[in-house]
């Protein structure tokens, strides 16, 4: 059973991926960034900390950057951040603005940074680390040509999911196992890059 949230924003438990992400990175933690208002227990990220104790989510009440720094910086090695909605745009900002490193990077579904007016917090260049952006044609928070383009800014592989609303529960995707092998593809990934064994900040200065 999961522990309480503690106050980095992060309810402790083992830190690492666990069976999740074997062969390719079994030691790397994995944290989930949910949107908006959270994911209830129907949500396929609420189903994987199920199935994956071992996953960290990150809490807090207005999706503030510095709670997802904390939580980066609370783990022993840099992670793999599972991002949802508005928790993809928060994330993003947490890697470069504030030069916390991951290991890698699964954005599933983003918010519209302009509907949030946050456009100008987010970075135009290329991630140090390898990600993947998943987005619906029929998402209401964002249209798929802009989530590409976003994809395409940030150097993320760009995945398309056909008339599949905001990939969440309301929209039917269940533990959405497909986002499943996603994930362990990001570890894989990782894992051949070297970023699971990065130094956990990263020099801004290099990637500008």
Partial sequence: MASPPSRSGTRRI?????RALY????RTPVLVVPGLNDSGPRHWQSMWQAQHPSFLRVVQDKF????IADAVDACNAPPIVVAHSFGCLATVHAVLQRGRMLAGVLLVAPADPERFAFAAQLPSRRLPIPGTLVASTNDPWI???????LAAA????????VDGGHINAESGHGAWPAG???LRDVAERAAA??????????DLRQHA
């Fill in 143 to 149: 249209k798929f040509v802009k989530a590409g383009a």
């Fill in 180 to 182: 499943m092998a996603l």
């Fill in 23 to 26: 062969p390719f990175a079994p």
């Fill in 64 to 67: 503030a950057t510095p709670a």
């Fill in 14 to 18: 083992r830190r690492d991926g666990g």
């Fill in 193 to 202: 890059a070297g970023t699971v064994r990065a130094r956990p900040h990263i």
């Fill in 154 to 161: 940030w150097g993320s592989r760009f995945v398309g999911c």
